[in-house]
């Protein structure tokens, strides 16, 4: 019943910008931490970074100093601003979200994947 819904994908040149979202909707008691992760073909799916519901941040190596990812608690939604893409930014990007549904644990929820290539 919950659902993350993602947007923003698309093909950029080296150097562009993209701007993802991922909106959360259905039954939410709340939402812990958010996140994005990425998979290219034959590669292992990679943590690209995560926000906590403190608004705590960790990024990926790669991509530090060109994405931020930021969240609006109201709107159960977090995005990512890709800046100064590179080639090997290319990959499905998937929308991360450890909600709760009621008081007990919570269980991790994916958003459908969407496609960002960097290519010239």
């Known amino acids: 019943q919950v659902q993350l819904v993602e947007s923003g994908g698309g093909l950029v040149q080296p150097g562009g910008s993209l701007r993802l979202s991922c909106a959360a909707s259905?039954?939410?008691?709340?939402?812990?931490?958010m996140g994005w992760y990425r998979q290219a073909p034959g590669k292992q799916r990679e943590l690209v970074a995560r926000?906590?519901?403190?608004?705590?941040?960790n990024y990926a190596d790669s991509v530090k100093g060109r994405f931020t990812i930021s969240r609006d608690n109201a709107k159960n939604t977090v995005y990512l601003q890709m800046n100064n893409l590179k080639p090997e930014d290319t990959a499905v990007y998937y929308c991360?979200?450890?909600?709760?549904?009621?008081?007990?644990?919570?269980?991790?929820?994916w958003g459908q994947g969407t496609q960002v290539t960097v290519s010239s």
């Open positions: 991360n979200a450890n909600i709760h549904t009621t008081w007990v644990g919570a269980t991790d929820y």
């Open positions: 259905g039954s939410i008691f709340s939402i812990n931490a």
């Open positions: 926000i906590t519901s403190s608004r705590r941040t």
